[in-house]
RNA sequence: UCCUCGAUAGCUCAACGGUAGAGCAACCGGCUGUUAACCGGUAGGUUGUAGGUUCGAAUCCUACUCGAGGAGCCA
């Protein structure tokens, strides 16, 4: 007997089968009973008729909810079942009987499905969720190996702040004070000097005390770095990349999205290239639109919501005051009070997606920006080392996998977009 | 760190100074096409903790604990 998936029983209408999960819900009326199977792959439903088969029924009857069983019988087209497809079982083994089910079909509070994560995502909206995450990640490998970039993953472990801003985790590394890695970037560009086109992927960590839907200790972030490619280069890079990452997970997750009730219109009217709004015309649409804003400061989560609220694709904006901005960052040679950086803004409100720029590749200014920035030097040798040997324009990016993910599934918070998150005082499970 | 809100049955909530209640889950029974099935019944409580006000507190006051949303910071 043939084990399929249940998202794969279309292709298998009116042959026997088996089926390997667990059980999801059960509906009786005294002498038929409907089964709802779970796999992981999608839902199938189940039915057995009393009078045809008792003593399968009587079995049947005892199995509790999230009981795992194997099942086998002929599939078929049913469109009053949920998924399309129905099956009418010849033979169940249960292997586990469950004990009393703690997350019912009910409605439950955040924090009681926080604390049984490792049960909540079996429901079928948090399974959407992480196959969709699954695809995104594949989706960004997939992309940049096309465009012959070299996976170079960066170290978790790192012995100071990348950008000496943000508060970091701390640990003991042998008696040395070590640190959780905020971002991957500065080994990057190392490695692009190398490679020529490198791109890291994985966790990265930050310890501010930050308590939003958009936050998350523990994050992953995908962070290219390419030699010889401007400015432009990497915008471009980085919008095809986000069109490439659209396409593949409306292609793969039409059901998925049904599930989680996502408007797929909004993903699907998106095109290339997208707008681009320098910082100086963002700050004035702020202006038109009655907020008030000082040229010079940083932009609050409302006024990206305000500014992406423009447009349909996400939007880039470009051209930063230098000063608020990290050391690294290239002096625009025109106008050196802003810098050759751009955040892309997602739409509908989800705020910043990726951020990047061309680096600073001039060993000079960057030294002076590393005393500006009152960084130990020391620490950053390797770094300026960067510049004295063969210097060449380079520019990356860093793109926040759970937003992104958040975004194309419309989901209110990113903690449901990874199957673990670790948010502000909650570590468990 | 700051601001706001919350904590009552396993879950989601009601009771707003006068005997703690409903729906769901559990358990028992009924129902031949259910869609979070439905119908009847049973059981289920030191109202987050500690103090105070009151004849009387889930309800009012104070502190604490835990959590949520937001700000700042960021992806």
Sequence with gaps: MEWVLIKNLKNHSGQEVEVRGWLYNKRSS????????????????????????????????????????????????????????????????????????PITLKEHGVDFLAERRHLWIRTPKQSALLRIRSTVEQACRDFLNRRDFVLADAPIITPAACEGTTTLFELDYHGEKAYLSQSGQLYNEAAAMALGRIYCFGPT?????????????????????????DFEDNMKLQEELIYYIIQSVLEKHATDLKILNRDVE??????????????????????????????????????????????????????????????????DPSDPGVVLGADLLAPEGYGEIIGGGQR?????????????????????AWYTDLRRYGTVPHSGFGLGIERTVAWLCGTEHVRETIPFPRTLYRLYP
């Design 205 to 229: 960590f930050r310890a501010e005390k930050s308590k939003t839907r958009r936050h998350l200790m523990e994050f992953w972030m995908l962070e290219a770095e390419a030699a010889f490619f």
């Design 266 to 331: 909004k993903l699907q009217k998106i095109s290339l290239p997208f707008p681009r709004l320098s910082y100086t015309q963002a700050v004035e649409l702020l202006r038109q639109k009655g907020r008030q804003f000082e040229w010079g400061n940083d932009f609050g989560a409302p006024d990206e919501t305000a500014i992406s609220d423009n447009f349909d694709a996400p939007v880039f904006v470009h051209r930063f005051p230098t000063k608020i901005k990290a050391f690294y960052m290239k002096p």
């Design 30 to 101: 005294g002498k038929i009973i409907f089964l709802i199977v779970r796999d992981g792959s999608g839902l199938l439903q189940c039915v057995i008729a009393k009078k045809e088969q008792p003593e399968l029924f009587q079995l049947v009857e005892g199995i509790t909810q999230e009981s795992s069983i194997i099942i086998t019988g002929a599939v078929r087209e049913e469109p009053r079942s949920p998924g399309g497809m129905e099956m009418q079982p010849k033979d169940i083994r249960i292997i586990s009987i469950a004990e009393n089910y």
């Design 360 to 380: 600073l590749d001039d060993l000079s200014l960057l030294e002076e920006r590393i005393r500006e920035h009152n960084l130990p030097g020391e620490a950053f």
